[in-house]
């Protein structure tokens, strides 16, 4: 028998050597330990799983919630670090709440600069032509599909001659002008003022109206 501390070398069963001591079997290659009552030999290791690992005969047992053996689901709500661990729902949930906040904010961003983007629905172009008589002709506003008419500073346009009358002058010494009048008989840019017409100048002998002018209007919401 050979007895180094606590604990018994050797390969045969030194006995009842008393509570706590331990054996260990040289034959075997056993570890064990004397029970609190001093009347078996338990080895206390042998629940533990090799370094190189093992086979295990019984379920993964530890805190409430843990999944069982034969079951994937948890029965309780995992954590990392004390922190739920999202679930699916918990992911819907969150896609609804970004979806609803990044809406408002494009809804926000439309609203404030609205009046600087091009958007579907808040553009609108007309064309027609117009006859050039002695009256001044105005360019009608266009009006927004299923919204409203248009307001002069919100559009853009630009007009040209679509035919005049045309008179030959070549023997009187003069020659032929068209140029743009308001009702007053003053000229006037056709691209900044609505109402117009169109003459027909011989500088000899006076001035005469004649034949139409075509126009295109663009409008960009602004409200």
Known sequence: MALVGCRYIQATDPGTVGAGYEWYNTTTGVLLVRNLTNTAW???YS???PKAGGVMTGAITGVSGWAPLNDPNFTGTPKKLDINLATTADLATLQTSLTTLINDSVR???ATYGSKLSISGNIVTAVGQL???TTAQTIPLPTFAGDRQAIESECK???????TDQHDSGNQGGWNRLRFLNGSGAVVDPTTTRTLKLVYIWDQDGSYTGGKFSYMITATKSY
């Open 42 to 44: 338990e080895d206390p």
């Open 157 to 163: 346009w630009i007009v040209s001659p679509a035919f």
């Open 131 to 133: 006859d050039s008589t």
């Open 108 to 110: 926000s961003a439309v």
């Open 47 to 49: 629940l533990l799983l």
